[in-house]
T-cell receptor, first 119, second 114 residues
Framework: AQKITQTQPGMFVQEKEAVTLDCTYD???????LFWYKQPSSGEMIFLIY??????QNATEGRYSLNFQKARKSANLVISASQLGDSAMYFC????????????????FGQGTILTVHP | EAQVTQNPRYLITVTGKKLTVTCSQN?????MSWYRQDPGLGLRQIYY???????DKGDVPEGYKVSRKEKRNFPLILESPSPNQTSLYFC?????????????FGPGTRLLVL
């Protein structure tokens, strides 16, 4: 079964509007972390935002916020006031922490969503 | 500057010709790993290392080898490359432990196997 699912292969948004990129996950671990990365056409992986499974508040980083709904196992990325430079591939990823509380750091990635921002 | 470096960035080779992609980090991170990225599949882990001389298979290890003789370096070796190993490869590192522990990615290596 897919551990991370991004159901939107592509999304379009008008400049200055907000957009939500969907991500659902599957894990039986109680402790885990959820990440979003941006990959522009140049190819590098840029870390955007992190949400820990025990964090009570939704994470925010500037124009990025993570809508974390633990019971629904969803971790949607919200980008406010879209800019042309936001056009890129976006990946949702999960790191599962074992019962002992250690983490080997492996990230499991979704398939990605290509976001296109129109002027 | 904290960074992960990979070399080469681009490589075209032929089937069966052994190659090595180097990876180095300057952050004294214990944990390092290799991923490959393919369209529609996202990134998948190939191998990882929790510290010097400690390596283990990820999700797609077939056709790859790694070594971790020094903490900063984690080379990826393709002994006999095949066309299905054409992909974009990323090296990554982080401190061990739970929490935010941001994973740092290298710039990527684009490999084409003819």
């Amino acid at each position: 079964a897919q551990k991370i699912t991004q159901t939107q292969p592509g999304m379009f948004v008008q400049e200055k509007e907000a957009v939500t990129l969907d991500c659902t996950y599957d894990t039986s671990d109680q402790s885990y972390g959820l990440f979003w990365y941006k990959q522009p056409s140049s190819g590098e992986m840029i870390f955007l935002i992190y949400q820990g499974s025990y964090d009570e508040q939704n994470a925010t980083e500037g124009r990025y916020s993570l809508n974390f709904q633990k019971a629904r196992k969803s971790a949607n990325l919200v980008i406010s006031a879209s800019q042309l430079g936001d056009s890129a591939m976006y990946f949702c990823a999960m790191r599962e922490d074992n019962a002992g509380g250690t983490s080997y750091g492996k990230l499991t990635f979704g398939q990605g969503t290509i976001l296109t921002v129109h002027p | 500057e904290a960074q992960v470096t990979q070399n080469p960035r681009y490589l075209i080779t032929v089937t069966g010709k052994k190659l090595t992609v180097t990876c180095s980090q300057n952050m004294n991170h214990e944990y390092m790993s290799w991923y490959r990225q393919d369209p529609g599949l996202g990134l998948r882990q190939i191998y990882y290392s929790m510290n010097v001389e400690v390596t283990d298979k990820g999700d797609v290890p077939e056709g790859y080898k790694v070594s971790r003789k020094e903490k900063r370096n984690f080379p990826l070796i393709l002994e006999s490359p095949s066309p299905n190993q054409t992909s974009l490869y990323f090296c990554a590192s982080r401190l061990s432990g739970t929490g935010r522990g941001t994973q740092y990615f290298g710039p990527g290596t684009r490999l084409l196997v003819l």
